[in-house]
């Protein structure tokens, strides 16, 4: 009797974690899948323009949330560093993602 007291506490316990984690997860995984369609987008439009696009999308909207246009030219700089590492993250983390699916894929079959 007391076995089954446990057993559904515990039953509880393990759909309420699954409950709490299940939205932590799915932003997770939006955000891996927009990192991948960004990263199809780069392959195809190119890096330097993937660059500059990114960089002038964020400039803009660092621009509109108070940073003073004085240093406009620096944060332009800046973004772009940032968005030329953020793409290679990507690329590397794509390239070892297909590696992996085509491993798995030719270990199953």
């Known amino acids: ?8 506490d ?11 984690i299940f939205p932590v ?14 990263t199809i987008a780069t392959i195809w439009v190119g890096a330097p323009t993937a660059v500059k696009n990114l ?3 964020w400039e803009e909207e660092g621009l509109k949330r108070g940073v003073s246009t004085a240093y406009a030219r620096q944060l332009n ?13 990507e690329w590397v983390c794509f390239s070892f993602t297909t590696v ?5 894929l030719f270990w199953i079959f």
């Open 77 to 89: 700089w800046a973004v772009r560093v940032v968005a030329c590492v953020v793409i290679a993250f």
């Open 1 to 8: 009797m007391d076995y089954f007291n446990k057993m559904g």
């Open 10 to 20: 515990m039953m509880r316990f393990f759909f309420a974690g699954l409950r709490k």
């Open 100 to 104: 992996y699916l085509i491993v798995f």
């Open 55 to 57: 960089a002038d999308h």
């Open 25 to 38: 997860l799915l932003i997770v995984a939006r955000a891996v899948g927009w990192s991948f369609i960004m």
